[in-house]
């Protein structure tokens, strides 16, 4: 699977992060310094990782942290939004005519790559989505490659167009868009010649093919495997006859992830789609937060996040943070903070979200987590049955309250007792913690 290794590094140097209360800058540097590394290694251009490593440091060095999040998951969440960014952001999709102008789209890239594949693998989705597809092939240096693309095109149910090895590309491609006239096909495929290196008589006749037939998408295509070569390729084709969309095939083979996460900041343009096998179905659409979630092997932890800044209210944090430092929390506080976890999806969701949890969740070694949320639910039905008066001065709750409360909570006294036993404790472990507090306020912050 790609970024198989930069995945397993990126997550080893993120739980040391997450294991820190706070971060110094330090931390963040020497964390930086082996997401450096671990890019490196994933053949990610140069370049690219001194950009990316910058604006990483740069925003999380001196960045308040939200709430509801510690430093170290702050980090991972700019790290994870970087390479969203690096990505290119926003899911890119082939540009097509309005209504029934036909639509012209070449192919282009070395031999090898995946271009004819690929070209039927499009057909196919666009068929699927309503159109009527006509593939063309336009390379008259090798019959196999006609032959190939009439057999995918036939898997397909997608017409092919092909005139032989005798005529040039650029009337091949004039008489195939004449041909989607007259029969209603409304996207034209020409599947062009590759060579086996960047040759200039290669560009010369792309160059000449999409001036004559007026194509309207340039799709270059590229071997994921290749790496950096991929993105030289990709950055030569783009200069000399213009690219509208990258494809990146093989990515089921590619270990590393380089050309992925290159192609889009050295070249400017958008990864389409991912080629992820040899069979026609395996073409995905490129959704670069996906993908950033797959490097982080984050399970769902960016829809954690979002919750988290969802729904904890600023305000509310900030009161209870105030109330915590004069020790005046009371039980009203704390059913709010029990709500304020149940309204996130209670326990167990939230563990699911976590990394690595999500498949673990049913281990031995797991806490029960129906047990606790049993647990929870019991307390919150328990100070529910109190008065505001009881919630906000415990210590009037003598025995006949306590079997009052009990009664009304559908609970055994000794659960009462147990609850608001804990509670005292907690409160006098407040009281004796002003100093304390004072440094955790600051905590909030890298420093
Ligand atoms: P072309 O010379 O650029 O037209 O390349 P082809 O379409 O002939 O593909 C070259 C080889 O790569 C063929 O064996 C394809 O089956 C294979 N191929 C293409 N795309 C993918 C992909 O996404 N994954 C894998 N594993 N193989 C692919």
Known sequence: MAFESLSEKLQNVFKNLRGKGRLTEADVKAALKEVKIALLEADVNFKV?????????????????????????MVIKIVNEELVSL??????????????????????GLQGAGKTTTAAKIAGKLKMKGRQPL???CDIYRPAAIKQLEVN????????????????????????????KNNGQNVVILDTAGRLQIDESMM???????????????????????????VN??????????????ILTKLDGDTRGGAALSIRQVTGKPILYIGMGEKLSDLEQFYPDRMASRILGMGDVMSLIEKVEAQVDAEKAKEMEQKLRKASFDLNDYLDQMEQMKSMGGLSKIM?????????????NMPDMDESEKQMEKIQAIIRSMTMKERTNPDIINASRKNRIAKGAGVDVVEVNRLLKQFDQSRKLMKQMPGMMGKQAKKGRFK
């Open 87 to 108: 990505m290119g952001s926003e899911t890119t999709e082939i540009a097509l005519m309005p209504g029934n102008q036909v639509t012209v789209i070449m192919m282009i």
């Open 135 to 137: 593939l063309v092939a």
């Open 49 to 73: 990782v001194k950009n990316f490593v910058k604006s990483v440091q740069e925003r999380a060095i001196g960045q308040d942290v939200m709430n509801g999040l510690n430093p170290g998951q």
């Open 233 to 246: 390729v990709a950055t030569t084709f783009n200069d000399r006859i213009g690219v509208d969309g990258v």
């Open 352 to 364: 699911e979200m976590l990394p690595g949890m999500g498949m673990n969740l049913n281990a031995k």
């Open 153 to 180: 095109g036939e898997k397909q149910g997608v017409e092919v167009f092909s005139m032989g090895t005798n005529h040039s590309p650029v009337d091949i491609a004039k008489a195939a868009i004449e041909h989607a």
């Open 204 to 230: 010369q006749e792309l160059v000449d093919v999409k001036e004559a037939a007026g194509v309207t998408q340039t799709l270059l295509v590229v071997d994921a495997m290749t790496g950096q070569e991929a």
